[in-house]
């Protein structure tokens, strides 16, 4: 389903709280990245979406050069903070649909984490084939809530309060596991016109959290951001009253992630 594009901006609310509770991206995925595209330092990159620099700095420890894009002005401003320490790293506050690189700047790379999808679907290939050369590469990701077969029973349990707050989206329960989601992407890069699929792999992973930690996760999501105060309150109070029954307090979430590699035709 398209993502709401209107929602992009309430990332930049809970800027300083992203980076803690979202989750790091496999570090297979990055050394996938690079076997895909043969890419190698001191390579050019443009991350589009960089938010406060999460997908950044296992790229910039290899010695890349990135330009990082990112629309929030506090995002942005937390992800020159948190690479201030990698010279070979520059942030510039700018949608990628709106932004032109300097004349004659070239990039071996554009990566996209968790952040293609709100990207403007009618431009965002040819923006970034337009700043590749051919043979250059795309590379998007995501990390998408994961239903592998022993999922946490208590998202079942969860549910039901999203459904009875009308903030369920109707779809089949439980949802599909990992290994039966399409590519999300893949299509798209070939219906393109501008790129083939040189690759794609997927990642699922889990982690453990307190009901704190949890919350934290949950308030950096454009649906529980944008979501009513009382309706919010109401689902965070199920959520501690479920978790307070549980021994330990504590819940697993899965993760998932498909990595789709492009090459410019």
């Known amino acids: 389903m398209p993502a709401d594009r209107r929602l992009r901006a309430t990332f930049d609310s809970v800027a300083s709280l992203y980076e803690q509770a979202r989750p790091d991206y496999p570090a297979e995925l990055y050394s996938d990245l690079l076997a895909l595209t043969g890419i190698e330092p001191p390579a050019r990159l443009l991350e589009v979406g960089c938010g406060p620099g999460k997908a950044t700095p296992p790229l910039a420890r290899r010695g890349f050069q990135i330009t990082a894009i990112e629309l929030g002005d ?23 649909e709106d932004w032109s690189p300097p004349a004659g700047a ?13 990207v403007d679907p009618e431009v965002r290939y040819a923006q970034a084939a337009a700043i590749l050369p051919q043979g250059g590469h795309l590379a998007v990701w995501n990390a998408e809530h994961a239903f592998p077969a022993d999922f946490d029973p208590f998202f ?25 989601w399409p590519d999300p992407f893949a299509a798209e890069f070939e219906a393109s016109g501008h790129f083939t699929v040189a690759g794609t ?3 699922l992973w889990a982690r453990r959290y307190t009901v704190e930690q949890y919350i934290a996760l949950l308030d950096t999501f454009s649906g529980h951001i944008a979501m009513a105060p009382a309706t919010r309150d109401h689902l965070y109070r199920e959520i501690r009253r479920r978790l307070a029954d549980r021994p330990d307090g504590r819940l697993t979430r899965h993760w998932s992630s498909v990595l789709t590699v492009g090459r410019r035709l």
Not at 74 to 96: D, K
Not at 157 to 178: A, C, K, M, N, T
């Open 74 to 96: 506090a995002l942005a401003a937390e992800a020159r903070r948190r690479l201030a320490e990698f010279p070979g790293v520059s942030v510039i506050t700018s949608p990628f």
């Open 106 to 118: 070239r990039f071996d790379l554009v990566y996209a984490a968790t952040a293609w999808k709100w």
């Open 156 to 180: 079942t349990e969860i549910q039901q309060v999203y459904d009875e707050l009308g903030e369920g989206d109707g779809s089949p329960w439980p949802p599909p596991r990992p290994e039966e």
């Open 201 to 203: 792999r997927r990642y």
